[in-house]
């Protein structure tokens, strides 16, 4: 039984995944059960498919393919804002450790526009991440805030890394890669309306602006459910409403549904 085996590889390493069962079933003498969103790549590998549908579970035809679908977010079209965060030569070498997480490299994020950082496992996309939201420092190069980002930050202080808490939630969102690692209530209605609380919004504005994402990400009928039950795309859709700019150490999934860009 195979749950999802390549939901959060590269493409490199989702294709060994599946080479790898290849050989494993080669002589025909085990029984395999894959259960994926993304069927299309295991297509060579199967003999049947059963897709579940809300009314049960509906077997495809032979020489069935899935229907191509648009991307997860939709983007506006708009011009590049400001330069909010800059990333100059920043890398990042672990405690205890010889090589690098993160190679010097340098980075540039803009108001109003979205920077994707792609490349293989182990690469540093998370470290990059973890950087510019300023979570961690880097041990090498700088990561500096743009003046209007850092405006009313104690001294002036440019680098995010250097910021108290209160400043940083107010400026920079942060999803981790495990988004379940973010819950901090037992009821989901409480959960979108924690971030809005800390971030200083009244109680008022905090249910408000709450039950605006249970309707706009399609989980009001979860408003009650302990956020630690449901099903991990819905843990995806749970991502806190960022304040001026955002970073993500999750890799995209094609289950999160589009949210229309609308930061």
Known sequence: MLDEPTAQLDPDGAAAVRSAVARATADRRATVVVVDHEAAPWLPLVDRVVE???????????????????????LPAGGSGPVLLTAEAAGYTYRGTGEPALRPTDAELRGGSVLAVTGPNGRGKSTLALLLAGLRAPTTGRVAASAELAAGVRRDVREPDRWRAGELVTRIGTVFQHPEQQFLTGRLRDELALGPLRSGSGAAAARATAEELLERLGLTPFAETNPYTLSGCRWRRCWPRPPACWSSTSRPSGRTPSLGARW
């Open 52 to 74: 579940l549908v809300p009314g049960g579970l509906v077997e495809q035809p032979p020489g069935w393919s899935p229907p191509r679908r648009a991307a997860g977010l939709r």
